[in-house]
């Protein structure tokens, strides 16, 4: 991947696509609100915009193809009817009936900063909702390493009926049931650390939607829509229907820890 520098970035914006020349202006403009928020460096906060940027930038005119499939195939997962799927013969009444899908290590880098580089140096593509989330200053890395056990489930295992059902009463009935919603790491780091990731798989990860500058809702989705593995972000909004065949990933709760069952 070839260098790229602010200056031309931002005079050649135009003649790139309208969602290239929209990341550099949330990306600059994120970066100010990290800025304010958190305090920090103009000159690392630059570095963090440009790297930002250049993830869709410059690697453009190798990728637009494949980028463009990448949309087409998430597209056509997230809009197409979910046809009507029968009830699983056994539901799932709590998350320690599930055993662990996978382990994967969160706190492993300092800060964002080289999060993303990690990410770049892996060819992880990061979608144009995703990167606004990640840019939040409600984002962050964990200060310590940890190992997190990770849980799978769909809507339909914890006994949905229909094609779709609302995001928040997803993630209140699963959480009556024991499982935990992923601190936000967890979706940029399991894309890294998972890289066998079958094709047209789409994992979505149960966390607490982040709010973009355009104050969008977020969650965050780890996907292989065929054309290389990538990070997306899909509504996040309480009442966004999701269908009951999606899978979420949620985090195992530690040993003895009190279940919200019972509680309305």
Not at 100 to 105: F, L, R
Not at 121 to 145: E, H, W, Y
Not at 185 to 195: G, S
Request: proline share 6%.
């Amino acid at each position: 991947m070839g260098k790229c520098h602010g200056a031309i970035v931002l005079r050649q914006a135009d003649a790139f696509p309208s969602f290239v020349a929209g990341s550099v202006r949330w990306a600059v403009i994120a970066c100010r609100e990290r800025r304010k928020c958190m305090g920090g460096s103009q000159a690392r906060l630059v570095r963090l915009a440009l790297l930002l940027c250049a993830m869709f930038i410059c690697g453009y005119a190798n990728d637009a193809e494949a980028q463009s499939t990448a949309r087409d195939v998430l597209r056509q997962e997230l809009t197409s009817p979910a046809p009507t799927v029968p009830m699983p013969k056994t539901l799932v009444t709590s998350a320690s009936e599930i055993a662990e899908w996978k382990k994967i290590t969160i706190g492993a880098f300092k800060d964002l900063f080289a999060l993303l580089n990690a990410m770049n140096a892996m060819s992880c593509r990061i979608g144009d909702s995703a990167a606004a989330a990640l840019a939040r200053p409600t984002f962050a890395v964990a200060a310590t390493k940890t190992t997190v056990s990770l849980l799978t489930v769909t809507a339909a295992d914890l006994g949905f009926q229909g094609e779709t059902a609302p995001l928040r009463q997803i993630y209140r009935v699963a959480q009556r049931m024991g499982f935990v919603l992923a601190p936000a790491e967890v979706a940029p780091q399991l894309r890294l650390q998972y890289q066998d990731q079958p094709v047209g798989e789409f994992l979505i990860i149960a966390m607490e939607p982040i709010r973009t500058w355009a104050g969008e809702a977020v969650v965050l989705t780890v996907a292989n829509g065929g054309a290389g593995l990538i990070l997306i972000g899909q509504n996040g909004d309480n009442e966004a229907d999701i269908p009951v065949t999606s899978r979420f990933v949620f985090v195992r709760s530690p040993p003895g820890a009190p279940t919200l069952a019972g509680k309305n």
